[in-house]
């Protein structure tokens, strides 16, 4: 299977921050990278597919990013809303695999 | 509006059997690969299964494979995923979700809020 490598588990950050959150692939994938935004009791919210493409209604604050295997979400001026936990996921192969999350909370 | 609906989650001994439902409505659901993701307590998402639209190819994490069944019913709308033979480690909330476009595989779109199946003595 495909590993997805994601870093750092957690952050600390403050409103109005720009955090970045990478996440590296095991093998070559493409642009085969999306990434989720999850809440606590929430259903996960899908912000970027296919590397950098914005899903629907999801704020241009986030920005997604390829170079090789190493694939990085942006988050740019942090909201109060944001702080929730973030997963890269490949969807090269049909055994999909999702990174190990990244925590994103309040300094 | 696009909306999945999960069931079926509950308390099961290891070794027990649960079937899980996921309810779809809002969208042509015969013309979308589907998934099961899983969340242990504490822990991140993990991929489970998923099944094409007409049941062409149907895939497994390792972790299940055997003991796991994912099927569909396009005529009623619905998912299900066939749980035996389960293990403590199984324990987890399982959600439903739309792969948003199999060719090229992009992400999952829509997801359910989720259904808890916890495996204890």
């Known amino acids: 299977d495909i590993q997805m490598t994601q870093s750092p588990s957690s952050l600390s950050a403050s409103v109005g921050d720009t955090v970045a959150i990478l996440c590296r692939a095991s093998?070559?994938?493409?642009?085969?990278v999306n990434w989720y935004q999850h809440k606590p009791g929430k259903a996960p919210k899908l912000l970027i597919y296919?590397?950098?493409a914005l899903h629907s209604r999801v704020p241009s604050r986030f920005i997604g990013s390829e170079s090789g295997t190493n694939f990085t979400l942006t988050i740019n001026n942090l909201q109060p809303e944001d702080f929730a936990t973030y997963y890269c996921?490949?969807?090269?192969?049909?055994?999909?695999?999702f990174g190990g999350g990244t925590k994103v909370e309040i300094k | 509006e696009v909306l999945l609906e999960e069931s079926g989650g509950g308390l099961v001994k290891p070794g027990g059997s649960l079937r899980l439902s996921c309810a779809a409505s809002?969208?042509?659901?015969?013309?979308?690969?589907m998934n099961w993701v899983r969340q242990a307590p504490g822990k991140g998402l993990e991929w489970v299964s998923s099944?094409?639209?007409?049941?062409?190819?149907?895939h497994y994490a390792d972790s299940v494979r055997g003991r796991f069944t994912i099927s569909r019913d396009n005529a009623k709308n619905s998912l299900y995923l066939q749980i035996n033979s389960l293990r403590v480690e199984d324990t987890a909330v399982y959600y439903c979700?739309?792969?948003?476009?199999?060719?090229?595989?992009?992400?999952?779109?829509?997801w359910g809020l989720g259904t808890l199946v916890t495996v204890a003595s």
């Open positions: 099944i094409t639209s007409y049941s062409s190819f149907i």
């Open positions: 296919a590397a950098s």
């Open positions: 809002g969208f042509t659901f015969s013309s979308y690969t």
């Open positions: 996921q490949q969807s090269y192969s049909s055994r999909l695999t």
């Open positions: 093998e070559s994938i493409g642009s085969y």
């Open positions: 979700a739309r792969l948003f476009s199999s060719s090229p595989p992009l992400g999952l779109d829509y």
